[in-house]
């Protein structure tokens, strides 16, 4: 099995069937430059392994034998939350941040909590009521909002149907700012 990169083109030209001299007239590299990379003598570069990658037909990652990532996909399963809300935990473990895609159904407006921390979530889909305070607004897709979590709040489907949201929570004093646009300097 081939272990170094040199070894990996040795054996490559060997199942090709191809000599130093034709595998040289088709990438333009030269017979001597070949026979070192295939003996491990010379630092195999960009410059010189992208003719090769062509002329095999493999990939770079191939040709320089990287390791095969794991799949890089998160699959975490859908959690029953309070007050008809489903919740998708996008982080795969508890730190100073937390993500999770939330689908909020129901539209009545729970008593307001108050807890440590931060959040902000964007509206993905649908209309989301939020009560901070005394004050209650209506968010809808694109909106993101805000707030400092020892602030009473509560959050609901503005209209009965289901709502999306992504939503951070972060560690009391953090922060997250986002602005939409530059602001107007007139």
């Not at 975490?76 to 982080?91: A, N, W, Y």
């Not at 939330?102 to 649908?126: A, Q, T």
């Amino acid at each position: 099995m081939a272990t170094t990169v040199g070894q990996r083109l040795a054996a490559l030209r060997a199942e090709h069937d191809l000599t130093l001299a034709a595998l040289s007239e088709m990438t333009g590299i030269s017979k001597s430059t070949l026979s070192r990379l295939e003996t491990d003598q010379r630092k195999p570069t960009l410059e010189l392994l992208l003719p090769l990658s062509r002329t095999y037909q493999v990939t770079l990652d191939d040709l320089v034998g990287a390791p095969v990532v794991g799949d890089p996909r998160v699959r975490m399963k859908p959690r029953e939350l309070d007050h008809g809300r489903v919740g998708i935990p996008l982080t795969r473990s508890i730190g100073p941040l937390q993500a999770w895609k939330m689908i909020l159904s129901d539209d009545d407006l729970h008593e307001p909590r108050v807890h440590e921390g931060y959040e902000w979530f964007y509206v993905l889909s649908g209309q989301i009521r939020l009560r901070l305070g005394d004050k209650e607004v209506v968010l809808r897709a694109g909106e993101v909002a805000e707030f400092d979590c020892r602030q009473p709040h509560a959050l609901c489907s503005a209209d009965g149907r289901p709502a999306e949201i992504l939503s951070l929570f972060g560690k009391q004093g953090e922060r997250i700012h986002t602005r939409a646009a530059p602001p107007n300097r007139s």
